[in-house]
């Protein structure tokens, strides 16, 4: 791993240069921050964790046709990716409000929304990720109309998959940050799902409790973070009981 380049420092994965020059390798860190990164943690496992969450969420969307950049796991904690261009916004999907939302709209926490909503944010640290209109977006060229819709048209569709596969396991899917990219194929672009997608760009709740199974426990001081994130993992089928109370990962499922 330290002969590899690195291309990029995330505040929770590293990208490092791939066997081909069309991939990367990314690196699930433990680090957690959280409100642009004033307040930080290691979580023993995170990153264990959002690697086979991540892989397992990509691989069925792919299985619905989602095009996204997951390629295949390579390990505990690394993944091959496709390189692609990231087109510099947080797409956010809700279904309950939460969250800023919930904050800025003056609205209950949990109060389930009329429809899905779609939010875009423009990712830029310094600034806190500010919420922007449609009209942000082509105006500063962060991304053309087109791609707008396809992010939109291909959020929603993520949305509905996603509700349901984990409606299915008991949990409530209140909303998630998606970030897309330019996949350059011959002489064509095609806007395509990168990133991640784990219980650290989810709300997620149980759906009998409410007890929330993601980053907010780290949030908002609650504890139980990787304990958490195991429990969706479980619930998904990714970890197994081991029998003896302690979850493990089943090395057999999941990767290609
Ligand atoms: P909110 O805008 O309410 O803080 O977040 C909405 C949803 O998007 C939540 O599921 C949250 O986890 C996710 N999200 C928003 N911004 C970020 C971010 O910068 N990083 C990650 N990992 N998730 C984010």
């Given at each position: 791993?330290?002969?590899?380049?690195?291309?990029y420092e995330g505040k929770a994965k590293i990208l490092y240069e791939g066997?081909?020059?069309h991939l990367l390798v990314q690196y699930f860190k433990d680090d957690a921050t959280a409100f642009n990164a004033e307040k930080k943690a290691v979580?023993?496992?995170?990153?264990?964790?959002?690697?086979?969450?991540?892989?397992?969420?990509?691989?069925?969307?792919?299985?619905?046709?989602?095009?996204?950049?997951?390629?295949?796991?390579?390990?505990?904690?690394?993944?091959?990716?496709?390189?692609?261009?990231?087109?510099?916004?947080?797409?956010?999907?809700?279904?309950?409000?939460?969250?800023?939302?919930?904050?800025?709209?003056?609205?209950?926490?949990?109060?389930?929304?009329?429809?899905?909503?779609?939010?875009?944010?423009?990712?830029?640290?310094?600034?806190?990720?500010?919420?922007?209109?449609?009209?942000?977006?082509?105006?500063?060229?962060?991304?053309?109309?087109?791609?707008?819709?396809?992010?939109?048209?291909?959020?929603?569709?993520?949305?509905?998959?996603?509700?349901?596969?984990?409606?299915?396991?008991?949990?409530?899917?209140?909303?998630?940050?998606?970030?897309?990219?330019?996949?350059?194929?011959?002489?064509?672009?095609?806007?395509?799902?990168?990133?991640?997608?784990?219980?650290?760009?989810?709300?997620?709740?149980?759906?009998?409790?409410?007890?929330?199974?993601?980053?907010?426990?780290?949030?908002?001081?609650?504890?139980?973070?990787?304990?958490?994130?195991?429990?969706?993992?479980?619930?998904?089928?990714?970890?197994?009981?081991?029998?003896?109370?302690?979850?493990?990962?089943?090395?057999?499922?999941?990767?290609?």
């Amino acid at each position: 791993m330290s002969r590899r380049r690195m291309v990029y420092e995330g505040k929770a994965k590293i990208l490092y240069e791939g066997p081909e020059p069309h991939l990367l390798v990314q690196y699930f860190k433990d680090d957690a921050t959280a409100f642009n990164a004033e307040k930080k943690a290691v979580l023993d496992g995170k990153g264990v964790l959002n690697n086979r969450i991540s892989e397992y969420m990509m691989t069925r969307l792919g299985e619905i046709g989602i095009p996204h950049h997951f390629v295949k796991r390579l390990n505990m904690r690394e993944q091959l990716i496709k390189k692609v261009e990231i087109i510099p916004l947080e797409v956010i999907v809700r279904n309950v409000a939460a969250g800023t939302m919930a904050k800025r709209l003056g609205l209950e926490e949990g109060e389930r929304l009329p429809r899905a909503v779609v939010e875009f944010c423009y990712k830029k640290d310094e600034l806190g990720d500010p919420l922007v209109a449609e009209e942000h977006i082509s105006a500063f060229g962060w991304a053309t109309p087109p791609e707008v819709d396809d992010m939109v048209s291909l959020a929603l569709r993520t949305n509905d998959f996603m509700c349901g596969l984990f409606a299915g396991v008991g949990i409530r899917l209140v909303d998630f940050k998606l970030e897309f990219g330019r996949l350059f194929e011959n002489e064509t672009v095609r806007t395509i799902l990168a990133d991640e997608i784990s219980p650290d760009s989810c709300r997620l709740w149980d759906m009998d409790t409410n007890k929330k199974l993601d980053k907010d426990r780290f949030r908002r001081d609650l504890g139980g973070v990787t304990e958490a994130y195991s429990e969706v993992a479980r619930r998904l089928g990714i970890l197994r009981d081991s029998g003896d109370g302690a979850d493990v990962v089943d090395f057999k499922g999941g990767s290609k």
